[in-house]
């Protein structure tokens, strides 16, 4: 048995294995309140060793995103969101989707998404880029256009806002809303070029007296 396997691992102070043998079994227990137990049992064996501190880290870590995740689950009644095993990015990714479907619960959706990312330190760059592509892909245009015009500066840039529009195939003054923030003549003629914006693109090309770039707008524009 495992629990046997786990007593012998002890005994010969490879706590590494042991942690190891028990963090397995508590993955693949489907009992929330038992998998926490396991896992819980797993971080006191990885304290056990000095050479496993960052391994209980981690354990710490991933108990307490399970107990959010079943405090996010409880509190909208829905297994959508924060479902279980999933990580913290994914965590976050079903809240900011959640919202686009429960729009009275949305300010609460966005702000536990907040929480979250803040909690498990999520890196500025890539919570804003979760959140461009989450928003995109639930069709959250409103909510896109409040993040890149919030006060925070944008570590991204816009051109990730702007492809997020193009792909998501929004009208064209939506898309030029995003490219007019870019400062960059070369960024902005390849995102006018990439919206196929062709006349615009061929216009900022000239301005900034690009030549292989009036070339290029003008061979795509004539195929």
Do not use: M
Not at 111 to 132: E, N
Not at 137 to 164: E, T, V
Not at 198 to 207: Q, Y
């Amino acid at each position: 048995s495992s629990s046997g396997a786990v007593n012998l691992l002890l005994r010969a102070q490879r706590f590494t294995d042991a942690g190891a043998v028990l963090a397995k079994r508590a993955i693949a227990e489907e009992d929330p309140r038992e998998k926490q137990g396991i896992l819980q049992e797993a971080s006191r064996v990885f304290g056990l060793g000095k050479e496993t501190a960052f391994y209980k880290v981690c354990t710490d870590e991933y108990v307490e995103l399970c107990k959010d995740q079943e405090v996010i689950r409880t509190k909208y009644g829905s297994a959508e969101v924060a479902p279980p095993k999933t990580s913290v990015t994914a965590t976050v990714v079903s809240l900011l989707h959640y919202a686009a479907t429960h729009v009275r619960e949305q300010h609460r959706l966005l702000s536990d998404a907040d929480k979250i990312a803040k909690k498990f330190r999520i890196p500025d760059r890539r919570l804003w880029h979760i959140k461009v592509k989450a928003f995109s892909d639930s069709g959250q245009w409103s909510n896109l256009k409040i993040l890149c015009d919030s006060r925070s500066k944008s570590p991204i840039g816009f051109a990730p806002f702007c492809r997020a529009a193009i792909r998501g195939k929004q009208p064209s003054s939506e898309i030029l809303k995003y490219i007019e923030k870019i400062t960059a003549g070369e960024e902005r003629c390849d995102l006018l070029s990439e919206a196929g914006l062709w006349k615009r693109a061929l216009e900022e090309a000239i301005r900034i007296r690009d030549l292989p770039r009036i070339q290029n707008v003008k061979s795509n524009c004539n195929s």
